[in-house]
């Protein structure tokens, strides 16, 4: 990792790579795939830098602007994946070569999952109740753990990642939002941080549980997790 370099993001970018290259002892032409990562918008976010910006919310989600801020869905099925990325799918026969191009495929069916279940779950919880979607959504993404544990192909393991994009899309918003309409105007703040805070708990424990155990035990662990708060 090295430090944003705002006034020309390629700087920090090169100097990460030169520095991997050096570590490895290997010449630029032996590198086959290269994934970059950049601070550089989060950073503007926090730091107030960017560009102004206006949020329209529905009467039934007031409350999103402050949600907005630190807002987590299930961290430990999120961060799970990438843990047992390699491993799972090398155990249903993905080759190495196409190791990096399927983990991108199975993420981006997880990602438009959320994006679709946000929606799903938005309207829902205008309709049917907070509590209905948070029991709902929890169901859904700790049904798709279960089975996540049981696949034995590629498609499969999309169609579930998948689900349990949609799943995760309602779990926290709801919890959040039930607990900003339970506790006083002046003690939300305090009450929706702890909620979020906690959930970060979820990355340490699927890193844990991703390296102790076999990567369908740790899906299966996340699913019984999550029928537990039922």
Known sequence: ??????????????????????????RPGDVGAVLHATTLVSNAIIERKGASTALVTTLGFKDTLDIAREKKFDIYDLLLFSVVRIQSLSAIGVP???????????LNMQMLGMLLGGVVWGMLGDRKGRLAVLFGSILVYSGANLLNALVTSVDQ???????????????????????????????????????????LSGAIAAVIVGDLF????????????GLLLL
């Not at 190495?96 to 199975?106: E, W």
């Not at 959040?176 to 309409?181: A, F, P």
């Open 1 to 26: 990792k090295t430090l944003t370099t705002p006034t020309d993001p390629s700087i920090g970018a090169l100097e990460g790579l030169r520095g991997v290259l050096g570590e490895a002892a290997i």
């Open 96 to 106: 190495a070569s196409d190791l990096l191009s399927t983990g991108v495929h199975l």
């Open 157 to 199: 393991y999309a169609v579930l990642r998948f689900v349990a994009g949609v799943g995760l899309a309602g779990e926290l918003g709801a919890g959040i939002t039930l607990v900003s309409e339970i506790v006083p105007r002046h003690q939300r703040g305090y009450a929706t941080g702890i909620v979020a805070g906690i959930g």
């Open 214 to 225: 076999d990567w369908r035990a740790a899906y299966a662990v996340g699913g019984v997790m």
